[in-house]
């Protein structure tokens, strides 16, 4: 089964088993595959479970954005591994504008809020993770120091694909490779990180109120640091 669109429910069990690589997903006893006709095999039972538990939970109608652990671990298997480079280059750009590193002149209440949640996680990046960040004001872009990016690149090349596919989710979504990082690394959690990425929006949102299509977005962004966040927690 590779085809994954427009699919109605045509198995009774879904359950996961060893393999001689790892541990995959069955249905009524048939191998899942990933979108680019791979084998769907996950280092660890618990992430194997965790989707088997996915397809197990589907209605009449398969939900396939529901399935998130399934989405996470078929993207590593189909575009991570075999494009680790790029992946790897393409998560570490987001580190050269973090989020973190630009800071509000006025007023003089949200930049206090930044120093306040953001500077704390930037000392961590510097010690933890040897990635001595700078800061600037403004968002005229600033030039990272090397040692700051090779600090980076170093931590992203030991994680696995697996890892490296929520780490990159979370970065994405919150335009700050340090949250995926401290996310990862039990720095954050998925409440805290968002609020994190978010503290711009939501301390405007305080001044001017809030507008449902920007509720709708953060509870995307939400959704997909909750889900990456998961994804990580069963990998540990």
């Known amino acids: 089964m590779t085809d994954w669109r427009n699919l109605k429910r045509f198995y009774k069990e879904a359950s996961a ?101 953001w500077q704390p996680l930037l000392d961590w ?19 990272q120091p090397h040692e700051a990016l090779n600090g980076l690149g170093a931590a992203l090349t030991g994680l696995s694909d697996l890892e490296v596919t929520a780490v990159s989710g979370i970065a994405a979504a919150t335009g700050s490779l340090v949250i995926g990082f401290a996310v990862k690394h039990g720095r954050l959690s998925p409440i805290e990180a968002a609020n994190v990425g978010l503290l711009d929006e939501l301390f405007q949102m305080e001044q001017w109120g ?3 299509i920007t509720q709708e977005r953060h509870a995307a962004i939400r959704q997909e640091i909750n889900e990456s966040a998961r994804f990580l927690g069963l990998l540990s």
């Not at 393409?90 to 209440?109: H, I, N, S």
């Not at 990046?125 to 030039?143: K, N, R």
Request: aromatic residues 4%; negative net charge.
């Open 17 to 117: 088993i060893q393999t001689d690589d790892g541990f995959t997903v069955v249905l009524d006893g048939k191998p899942v595959k990933t979108p680019g006709k791979r084998d769907l095999v996950v280092p660890l039972e618990v992430i194997a479970e965790a989707i088997a538990a996915e397809w197990q939970e589907q209605g009449e109608t398969i939900d396939l954005p529901a399935m998130a652990m399934l989405r996470l671990a078929a993207t590593a298997i189909d575009r991570v591994a075999i494009n680790r480079a790029e992946v790897d280059a393409v998560t570490l750009k987001f580190a050269e504008t973090d989020l973190l590193c630009y800071r509000a002149g006025q007023p003089p209440e949200l930049a206090a809020r930044q120093e306040k949640s």
């Open 210 to 212: 809030e507008d449902e």
């Open 125 to 143: 990046a510097d010690s933890y993770l040897q990635a001595p960040l700078v800061i600037t004001e403004g968002v005229v872009p600033v030039v």
